[in-house]
């Protein structure tokens, strides 16, 4: 999320109750895919330009999903056609020259990423597994042309224990970096930072009782970070797949409890840091999960079935659009937030825009 990169200023968020919201969501037309089941998975913004992208597969047909990028101009969206990384698992934009995807063959393919150079998207490679492991990829953060991370982790192709993966982007390459020892099987879901110096990733410890593994990269290494317990209900895992970081040493946390009977959220968790250790935060959604933390127009944003942003006293509800679920936000140009999902329902989701404004 690289609108956290501009901001100068932390914010402090009490347990006090929600406040009603005075603005309203407006749907922004999407160039139609016709019998085709798609979904819009990562929104971003920067230096003017807006890009978000998804994923589809024909209906009916095979569910191995395809990529799909839209580039929002002076007239609206128009669809870009970019390399097939499979589904889109995050995205980030550093100018109208420079933007990136990262995406996912579905069950065992490996992770790939797309580099938009102002003209056209490339496939560019990542650095190779160790042997006898897969790479899968969970998002990526670009603060600059030759500054970008993308992470996620390394799974046997065998029996053994997967391991959480970091790869850095120079200008010219992807390249492998060393991370902290993690006990158990684990991987990384989420990274954010402010620029080459300064960066947070979040992800978690497998299987039932598994843990929140948090790193801070501080220009020369990754260090975990010691993050406090989360109640992880028998029946359950624990899924953190947000992190906002900010250019004070303030930084955000969000994920949820996940039923492993259906897969939905039991409760929301939500963590945060003052530079110096992790605290608990009661999250806006009691029910729900929280799908993506945003930082827009010096306030932190909750995604999930509905949308919250911070105030000084709390959290305001601001709704969500009527006809469909979000999945993923970032700055309004202008002023408001820009946020990207689906509407519709299965076998036939249809991709979904839309912006909140005051």
Not at 7 to 19: E, Q, R, Y
Not at 25 to 32: G, I, K, M, S, T
Not at 42 to 63: C, I, K, L, Q, T
Not at 223 to 251: F, H, K, Y
Request: hydrophobic content about 35%; overall charge negative.
């Amino acid at each position: 999320m690289s609108v956290a990169s501009a901001v100068t200023a932390g914010l402090l968020i009490s347990t006090a109750g929600l406040a009603g919201a005075q603005g309203s969501w407006q749907d922004e037309p999407v160039p139609p895919r016709p019998e085709t089941n798609s979904v819009l998975e990562s929104v971003d913004y920067g230096s003017g330009a807006v890009w978000a992208f998804g994923s589809w597969h024909p209906v009916p047909g095979s569910p191995d999903f395809r990529s799909q990028a839209y580039q929002r101009g002076p007239d609206g969206w128009t669809e870009v056609a970019m390399p097939d990384i499979g589904q889109i698992a995050g995205s980030s934009v550093v100018s109208g020259e420079d933007a990136w995807a990262v995406g996912q063959k579905i069950k065992y393919g490996e992770g790939q990423s797309a580099r938009w150079d102002g003209t056209q998207w490339h496939e560019v490679e990542f650095a190779a597994a160790p042997a006898d492991h897969r790479l899968h990829v969970s998002d990526i953060n670009a603060t600059q042309s030759d500054a970008a991370w993308a992470v996620g982790g390394y799974a046997p192709n065998g029996e053994g224990q997967a391991t959480g993966m970091a790869q850095f982007w120079d200008g010219a390459s992807w390249s492998d970096a060393p991370l902290p020892e993690v006990e158990g099987s684990w991987s990384l879901d989420a990274v954010d930072g402010t620029d080459e110096n300064s960066a947070w990733a979040v992800g978690t410890q497998s299987g039932a009782g598994g843990q929140g593994v948090a790193l801070r990269w501080n220009g020369q290494d990754w260090q975990r970070q010691s993050l406090p317990e989360i109640e992880v209900p028998s029946g359950s895992w624990l899924e953190l797949d947000s992190v906002v970081g900010l250019t004070t040493g303030e930084a955000w946390i969000g994920g949820s409890v996940r039923s492993y009977e259906d897969g939905q959220p039991v409760k929301p968790v939500l963590l945060r840091s003052d530079g110096t250790s992790w605290e608990h935060v009661s999250a806006p959604t009691r029910t729900g999960g929280i799908e993506e933390l945003s930082w827009v127009d010096r306030q932190l944003w909750v995604i999930g079935d509905s949308v919250w942003r911070s105030t000084d006293g709390g959290w305001q509800d601001v709704g969500a659009p009527a006809n469909g679920a979000l999945s993923s936000a970032t700055v309004q140009p202008g002023g408001g937030l820009l946020a990207v999902g689906r509407s519709g329902s299965l076998p036939q989701y249809s991709p979904l825009i839309s912006v909140y404004r005051d």
